[in-house]
């Protein structure tokens, strides 16, 4: 007898989401995908100056702030067609890498790694023999016995105390869990190491952007770091050595435990390449300019169709035609009113909730589509778009991750393991040493670049009469993420952003056609319906990032919200 699976809210994400299951014999056999919040900014800057609506935009999320940022001056000068210094593309590449090291790092030990990881188990554990463990995998220092030992007591007096904290509720003994002591113990090792790791990568965004989560220093036409070698309260050579000193532990950290860690679950896990996969066509766009016009990046961009790598088409620029006139979103299942796919530029964003109904209107999501088809966005979109145009670092850095991994699940994995739940993660891993490697680059290339005597920074706007219409994009942490401006004598006409999380969270559209997390879901197994760690495990993997809000708890334990199961 299938089972209805209902949970809500998900956890360890930003924002509101809701997933509605159908199991049927252990199996995903539907999925639903509900965003529970509506967003709303896009009427907020309706009238507004466009030099002002980056500082909105950044707010929409309380963990991808500098990406909003980023892509909203990208919007406003495409519109102008407003060149910006080097130095400016080089400082906000350096803040948005910082940002996706922070990001990444957290996403996989903060937010997911207790998906795979029991962290009871760690208590059986020989510190001895997962030091050894760890060490035939890398160098990384914070593996050694005696720091695993004090873990593992660290960890005892949380249990002997009732006082687990953020491991009181996961799904300790289930099924699924299935890696060794030594490995748990290893995993709850880095991930408090971790949270060290994650605030140097936050220090560096701080510094260069004044402060984080939201950054000061971005400006339609460049940035806002007065840049004077002499002076102490401009940007100089002692606070880019202090940057690059913090990436520099960040680096070792992504290289000697990220990585190997991610190979090893990989590994362990090896039969959860077979789900997940879902939509697997690809959608990333360049990114990390090298040069003041834009024209050439560090990241490539394109799209790649049905899993195909040979379908590969590459987006080349800030003004792709290709990218700009394939972007429609469709409400056809969501709370807005009307039933239609639309370019950005046409859209308006009118709200009209009604009660769930999975035949018709069930999210304030949209469903945003690339020349009508549902797409994949995220760092499996852009390494593989990186792999098949031949990207030096992110060929070895896949190359590297699936031979690892391979030898630990005595199996050859080639690239085609990547499109599933575990695939994700990997690409993730491999984004994150991907950006740290071009920390160093950028870096390098901003201290050249100011010691030839250049120190400019920002080339002012000027608003024409009538209207322009600009689109900016970036990939984001989580994915392509776009903002898309119509400005009329000098104000916002209009405004949207099409965000990661809309692209792989959004419900179906006109046409039924799945988004990722729901297609992903389909086939994914579920061995306890009341304890649907697997669904967790697939969802988890995206990464999501609805909108930002406020999350409940009650601080005497009463519930707050439950997993409800019920029959068809």
């Not at 766009?285 to 490539?300: H, N, Q």
């Amino acid at each position: 007898m299938s089972k209805r699976v209902t949970i809500d809210p998900i956890t360890r994400i930003e924002g509101h989401l809701r997933i509605d299951l159908e199991v049927d014999g252990g199996a995903v056999t539907k999925a639903w995908s509900t965003g529970t919040m509506w967003r709303g900014f896009e009427q907020i800057l309706k009238g507004r100056d466009p030099r002002d609506a980056w500082v909105f935009t950044q707010r929409i999320c309380g963990v991808c702030t500098t990406v909003h940022a980023i892509a909203s001056v990208r919007a406003v000068e495409n519109a102008l067609s407003l060149e910006i210094p080097l130095n400016a593309q080089l400082i906000r590449n350096l803040i948005v890498i910082a940002h996706g090291l922070h990001d990444h790092i957290v996403h996989f030990y903060h937010l997911s790694a207790l998906d795979w990881v029991d962290v009871t188990k760690a208590l059986a554990a020989d510190p001895a023999k997962a030091s050894q463990l760890a060490e035939s995998l890398s160098s990384w220092p914070g593996n050694s016995r005696h720091q695993l030992a004090a873990v593992k007591e660290k960890l005892q007096g949380f249990v002997a105390a009732g006082q687990l904290g953020i491991f009181q509720n996961g799904y300790w003994g289930h099924p699924a869990m299935k890696l060794s002591p030594e490995v748990n113990l290893l995993a709850v090792a880095h991930y408090l190491q971790a949270l060290e790791i994650q605030r140097k990568a936050n220090q560096a965004v701080a510094i260069l952007g004044s402060k984080t989560p939201n950054i000061q220093n971005l400006a339609v036409g460049g940035v806002a770091n007065a840049i004077n070698l002499d002076s102490p309260a401009a940007l100089n050579m002692e606070k880019l050595y202090q940057v690059k000193t913090l990436l520099d532990e960040v680096q070792q950290f992504v290289d000697q435990a990220y990585i190997p860690d991610i190979c090893a679950i990989g590994g362990m896990y090896a039969e959860w390449a077979k789900y997940g996969a879902g939509v697997t066509n690809y959608l990333a766009v360049p990114d990390l300019p090298l040069d003041a016009k834009a024209t050439r990046f560090s990241i490539p961009g394109g799209t790649i169709m049905n899993g195909d790598l040979g379908t590969l088409r590459p987006i080349a620029s800030f003004q792709d035609p290709y990218f700009k006139e394939n972007v429609t979103e469709s409400i056809a299942r969501s709370w807005y009113q009307g039933d239609w796919q639309k370019h950005p530029f046409a859209e308006d964003t009118v709200p009209a909730y009604a009660p769930w109904d999975e035949n018709g209107k069930y999210s304030w999501v949209k469903a945003p589509r690339f020349d009508g088809k549902p797409m994949q966005v995220g760092p499996l979109a852009q390494m593989l778009v990186g792999y098949a145009q031949g990207h030096p670092r992110i060929r070895f850095w896949v190359d590297k991750v699936l031979d690892t991994a391979g030898s630990i699940a005595k199996a050859k994995l080639s690239p085609a393991v990547l499109h599933s739940t575990l695939g994700r993660h990997a690409a993730r891993a491999v984004r994150c040493a991907v950006l740290a490697d071009e920390a160093q680059k950028h870096w390098k290339l901003l201290v050249e670049n100011i010691g030839k005597g250049d120190t400019a920074i920002f080339n002012p706007p000027t608003f024409p009469k009538g209207e322009v219409r600009g689109f900016g994009f970036h990939e984001a942490p989580r994915g392509t993420l776009s903002h898309w401006a119509v400005i009329a004598d000098g104000k916002i006409q209009s405004y949207q952003a099409v965000v990661p999380s809309t692209w792989n969270a959004g419900p179906r559209d006109g046409k039924g056609q799945m988004g990722p997390y729901e297609a992903s879901l389909v086939g994914n197994p579920i061995a306890d319906p009341e304890k649907p760690l697997e669904a967790l495990r697939t969802v988890h993997s995206f990464d999501p990032c609805l909108a930002c809000a406020i999350h409940t708890v009650d601080a005497d334990g009463n519930e707050v919200s439950q997993v409800k199961v019920v029959g068809a």
